[in-house]
Nanobody, 124 residues
Framework: VQLQASGGGLVQPGGSLRLSCVAS????????IGWFRQAPGKEREGIAC?????????YYVDSVKGRFTISKDNSKNAVYLQMNSLKPQDTAVYYC?????????????????WGQGTQVTVSS
C-alpha cells in the first residue's frame, strides 16, 4: 500500500503548480483523499479533501479556497491538486493522505495512508 506524491518545485509568486498523488496497492476511491502541508516551524495543516465518487464532494480550507482545486482520476488511481495564484506563504512540504472533513478542518482519517512529501517553494 503506497501513496506517491510528486509535482513540487520552485515557482514565482502568482505562478501555478500541479501536484499528483498516485495510489498503489489499494483503490484510492474507497477513501477520502486529501492534501496536507507543513511549513518550516509550523504545524501540519490539512488544506483540501475529496470524498469518494459516491459523494464526490470537495472541501477546502479558507487559506486556499478559490486558488487550489482538488480532483480525482479513478482510471489512474490518482488525486491531483492544481495550485494557482501561489503565494510565498504557500511554501511548505505537501503530503497526500486519507482524509475527512471535520467541521472547518481537513484531518487525517483511517486507515492513515500517507504519501511522502513533495516540496513546494514560492519565491521570486
Amino acid at each position: 500500500v503506497q501513496l506517491q506524491a510528486s509535482g513540487g518545485g520552485l515557482v514565482q509568486p502568482g505562478g501555478s503548480l500541479r501536484l499528483s498523488c498516485v495510489a498503489s496497492g489499494f483503490n484510492l476511491d474507497v477513501y477520502g483523499i486529501g492534501w496536507f502541508r507543513q511549513a518550516p516551524g509550523k504545524e501540519r495543516e490539512g488544506i483540501a479533501c475529496i470524498s469518494t465518487s459516491t459523494d464526490g464532494s470537495t472541501y477546502y480550507v479558507d487559506s486556499v479556497k478559490g486558488r487550489f482545486t482538488i480532483s480525482k482520476d479513478n482510471s489512474k488511481n490518482a488525486v491531483y491538486l492544481q495550485m494557482n495564484s501561489l503565494k510565498p506563504q504557500d511554501t511548505a512540504v505537501y503530503y497526500c493522505a486519507t482524509c475527512v472533513r471535520l467541521d472547518n478542518l481537513v484531518v487525517p482519517a483511517p486507515p492513515g495512508y500517507w504519501g511522502q512529501g513533495t516540496q513546494v517553494t514560492v519565491s521570486s
